[in-house]
């Protein structure tokens, strides 16, 4: 999780030119590499030097890309292609964080595998599919320093090429205030936070799991989903957010509530009844106005 953010310059080199296929990101000031690998491409990542390094990896799947299993290895190529020929795991692109100096030992990536672990759970963005924690090994108070910086740059390096896991839904800092938002129709009683990302419903939202109104099959489809994956449940007659959950849409979300077509622009109100879009024009309006002259 990034903790500081601060102006960053990352370079993302394309080495086959193709934007869908392997991508490697650097912060111009570290020597932290991220190589994002689409698994139909594995077999010119393994004629890459780095494939034969110590390295921490990250396997992404799921229709939403939103499932994902952390694993190391001091030859981290030669995990994955293991991984690429086993049927236990459903992968579609692994993301591998490696040294540009070689210098990550054992000892770093398995102190790294058990953090990025729990940063992801605690984060709740991907639904992982690691069956334990990890292996945290003892480490010395410098070596731990290093791998929080590490950690730190990776998750920023994973940001960057569209893979948040180490971002929280919301702001977690008192020096920033986020202005909450309710949406209250047909016996929904939700809160949501409007970020750069979507509309995240916050826990405990609720809504009637059932509708008077016409509605398309594909808004109960969205709902039975993520009552299987436990992002939701049922409490009486109603289902209940056990997270907070991230929407790409704030229609996306008023619709995932009511069941129901939604223009979550006007939908989503603060507690004094101003709409989303009329919030966001007031506050694009304060930006536009020129600071006062002493």
């Known amino acids: 999780m990034i903790t500081h953010k601060r102006p960053r310059t990352i370079q993302i080199f394309l080495p086959s030119g193709d934007p869908s296929g392997i991508r490697i990101a650097e912060q111009t000031t570290s020597i932290i590499r991220l190589i994002e690998v689409p698994r139909s491409d594995m077999a010119d990542f393994l004629k890459m030097p780095e ?23 001091g030859d981290v190529g030669s995990r994955l292609m293991q991984h690429h020929k086993s049927e236990k795991k459903d992968w579609e692109r692994a993301l591998v964080l490696v040294s540009l100096t070689n210098n990550l030992t054992q000892t770093h990536v398995l102190y790294m595998e058990s953090l990025s672990i729990e940063k992801a759970r605690h984060c709740q963005r991907y639904e992982l599919l690691n069956g334990n924690g990890g292996q945290k090994p ?13 950690h730190e740059i990776g998750s920023l390096l994973l940001a960057t090429l569209g893979y948040p896991i180490f971002e929280p839904l919301t702001e977690q800092t008192t020096s920033k205030a986020e202005q909450s938002f309710i949406c209250n129709r047909s016996g929904v009683q939700a809160n949501g936070v409007y970020t750069n990302e979507g509309m995240v419903v916050l826990k405990g939202s609720s809504a009637p799991m059932t509708t008077q109104r016409k509605t398309k099959q594909r808004f109960f489809d969205k709902r039975d989903k993520l009552l299987d994956k436990g992002i939701i449940a049922i409490e009486d007659d109603r289902f209940v957010f056990q997270r907070d959950y991230l929407f790409q849409t704030p229609s996306g979300a008023s619709m995932f509530l009511l069941l129901a077509t939604s223009n979550g622009w006007k939908d989503w109100k603060t507690e004094q009844g101003v709409t989303l879009h009329e919030y966001q024009g007031r506050t694009i309006d304060t930006a536009e106005q020129p600071s006062s002259m002493e």
């Not at 003892?138 to 590490?150: F, N, Q, S």
């Open 138 to 150: 003892h480490t010395p108070i410098p070596l731990k320093a290093d791998c929080d910086e590490i």
């Open 51 to 73: 494939a034969k390094q110590v390295g921490i990896y990250f396997l992404v799947s799921g229709d939403s890309k939103d499932e994902l299993y952390i694993g190391q290895s």
